[in-house]
């Protein structure tokens, strides 16, 4: 059975740093992209960044470019995202996603229609 599980977060204080892992098991990640999106309280879930697990080509959103960065380990089919510089406004549960039953349509993986396996979650707070 497919499964993606984030770990990572937590309260971190405003100009901190934080790593979201993704792991991933149960299907293949060669023809998946795996993404990262965040939902704050009372706000629709959005876009964050997404790598290409084939070539490693990596998608970002404006408001994180520069400041997020996503990558792989292949060997342990895990997906990382390296959070700096984080602000009040990044406060949210962030959401790993893949592809677990076809192969990505690119044009729609910055959408959560882009995906098909989600994980449960991990809350990032941002506060002093």
């Known amino acids: 059975q497919a499964h993606l599980v984030e770990s990572g977060g937590g309260l971190v204080q405003p100009g901190g740093s934080l790593r979201l892992s993704c792991a991933a098991s149960?299907?293949?990640?060669?023809?998946?992209?795996i993404g990262w999106f965040r939902q704050a309280p009372g706000k629709e879930r959005e876009f964050v960044a997404a790598i290409r697990w084939s070539d490693g080509n990596t998608f970002y959103t404006d408001s994180t470019k520069g400041r997020f960065t996503i990558s792989k380990e292949k060997d342990r089919k895990t997906a990382y995202l390296n959070m700096n510089s984080l602000r009040p406004e990044d406060t949210a549960v962030y959401y790993c996603?893949?592809?677990?039953?076809?192969?990505?349509?690119?044009?729609?993986?910055?959408?959560?229609?882009?995906?098909?396996?989600w994980g449960q979650g991990t809350q990032v707070t941002v506060s002093s």
């Open positions: 149960g299907f293949t990640l060669d023809s998946s992209v």
């Open positions: 996603a893949g592809n677990s039953r076809s192969r990505p349509i690119m044009s729609t993986i910055k959408s959560r229609q882009g995906y098909d396996l």
